[in-house]
């Protein structure tokens, strides 16, 4: 059983626990919406809030980066506003694209102008209002033949996302998720069908009317794609019940557990990257303390597929178990990888982390033994 | 519905949405990525450079390219930078330690195409983490220096 450090300890009790996590997220809320503020009298600042909003992941100047890019002139014009506006309120739920719900509205207007911005001579084209009438069945004929290979066969995406960091990859732009929430809330059927029919020039998306397909054929593609909308979503809230640290108490003494955790680690295929005490680096030899000691470790084969799959898992390196001696008692301990995935917005690093919960655990429950 | 009413009837559609899926996706506020201008050797100096003169030891910098390298594996420059304030980090390790798997704090940087990319846990999001009411000041605290920290990484030419 993993239990809490301090039911392991006995030490503490959470008796306003409740109270304070209420409170937590309210105080939350309140930094966040205090921190985002602008003078109010002034007009938002677009360039400034892509720079601090947008840029890290679509680049400064639009091309993309961990995000896709947003200059193109052939996105801009069948992106509407109210889709660039929707789409950076309700993010990507489960793809990275974040949620932005705390921008005001004139906040999110100036971002929309600064996107505008990246390619002047480009109007967004006046697109029909309604749904796009067409036979999904049949759409989903062709979706399987002419789509899937590029964005899943279920409109999950692409594997990775957007241009995503610098090394080798089958396509220069990872192709987004046709089935999430977010994108079917923001396009709406004209705005798929423009994109199908003309493509974007630039990226690995064509013109479906250059490759062959009729009007007829492409609502049907439109009809299906938006079908996606009745399918079940798969929920994550589920991760933000997950304990943030895992825990066990040894049977061991201090030092042998600490070697018992260096076994575990190998017999997991991880290697060995370093043994120090926690304090370590912060105070002189000799003056840091030994009531903690981290062990460091990795598997570099597991490490850059991971990396492959979202750049920013460096925020989980390298893997550790931290061995904590407390009144008598040894603990191991570790961060849980699946509370933490709940803050990246990422569906494929979900498996991940709860691949690397599995490790830690089995490192945790052979080391205690 | 005509042109003119459509944005708003979007907006209260999309504000509806928000609340639902905000159960899902990832606000935009848990995690921050900046990008610098500048090339990674600069971005480095420039981070480091920040991060002490707001009072903050570094403990080590991790080479994980380095490592992935040795092994084989291609890959771009990535760093991950481990820093802290020592009497803080022993203080807080010694009254709360479930919060010590996530001590010291840390911030990942890594090669863009000649630009560099730094990424962190927001430190308020250890709030959702944590019930010590103490720890929500330290949070706070470390969130606006990480803020600003990154602002002079975002600033730099």
Not at chain 1, 108 to 130: M, N, T, Y
Not at chain 1, 173 to 189: C, E, M, T, V, W
Not at chain 2, 58 to 66: A, F, G, H, L, Y
């Amino acid at each position: 059983m993993l239990t809490g450090v301090n039911a392991a300890m006995g030490r503490r009790e959470y008796k306003q626990g409740m109270i304070f996590r209420a409170l937590s997220s309210l105080s939350l809320a309140a930094f966040l919406v205090a921190g985002a503020l602008v003078p109010a009298h002034a007009a938002p600042d677009g360039a400034l809030l892509y720079a601090r909003n947008c840029a890290a992941c679509h680049g400064a100047d639009g091309r993309g980066g961990v995000g896709v890019p947003l200059a193109l002139p052939d996105f801009l014009a069948t992106a509407p506003d109210e889709y660039l506006r929707k789409t950076i309120r309700l993010g990507r739920p489960g793809r990275v694209m974040p949620a932005f719900p705390h921008l005001s509205d004139a906040e999110v207007d100036a971002i929309v102008r600064h996107i505008r911005s990246f390619a002047p001579g480009v109007r967004p084209r006046r697109l029909p209002e309604g749904p796009v009438h067409g036979d999904p069945k049949r759409g989903a004929k062709l979706y399987a033949r002419h789509c899937a290979a590029c964005h899943g066969p279920d409109g999950e995406g692409g594997k990775g996302t957007g241009v995503t960091f610098s090394r080798p990859r089958d396509l220069p732009i990872i192709a987004p998720a046709l089935n999430n929430p977010g994108f079917l809330a923001a396009a709406s059927d004209a705005q798929i069908k423009a994109t199908l029919m003309w493509g974007r020039k630039g990226t690995p998306m064509p013109s479906f009317l250059k490759q062959g397909l009729s009007e007829r054929d492409i609502d049907d593609i439109v009809a299906f794609v938006r079908s996606f909308e009745r399918r079940p979503h798969e929920r994550r809230a589920a991760l933000k019940d997950e304990p943030p640290v895992l825990v066990r108490e040894s049977a061991s003494d201090y030092a042998a557990t600490v070697e018992n955790v260096k076994q575990a680690v190998a017999g997991q295929n991880f290697r060995l990257i370093r043994v120090q005490p926690l304090e370590q680096g912060f105070f002189p030899e000799g003056e840091a303390s030994r009531a903690e000691t981290i062990v460091y470790f990795c598997n570099f084969n597991f490490l850059y597929k991971a990396l492959a799959v979202d750049p920013r898992v460096g925020l989980f390196l390298p893997c550790r178990v931290t061995v904590v001696e407390r009144g008598g008692k040894v603990l191991v301990m570790s961060i849980n990888p699946k509370r933490l995935a709940a803050l990246f917005n990422n569906e494929e690093l979900d498996e991940l982390c709860e691949r690397m919960r599995g490790v830690y655990e089995a490192i945790l429950e052979d080391s205690t033994l | 519905m005509s042109a003119r009413l459509l944005p708003k009837a979007l907006y209260a559609l999309a504000a509806g949405a928000a609340l639902l899926l905000g159960l899902t996706a990832a606000r935009a506020d848990e995690l921050v990525m900046v990008r610098s201008l500048q090339a990674f050797p600069e971005t480095m100096l420039t981070l480091q450079e920040a991060i002490r003169r707001h009072g903050y030891v570094i403990s080590r910098v991790q080479r994980v390219d380095v490592g992935l390298t040795r092994m084989g594996y291609k890959t771009d420059l990535y760093r991950v930078v481990f820093y802290g304030k020592p009497e803080e980090i022993r203080r807080l390790r010694r009254d709360y330690p479930d919060l010590i798997p996530y001590l010291p704090l840390k911030l990942s940087v890594f090669a863009e195409n000649g630009q560099t990319l730094v990424v962190g846990v927001r430190p308020v999001a250890l709030w959702a983490f944590f019930d010590h009411p103490e720890l929500f000041d330290v949070f706070a605290r470390w969130d606006r220096d990480l803020q600003s920290i990154l602002d002079e990484v975002r600033e730099a030419r």
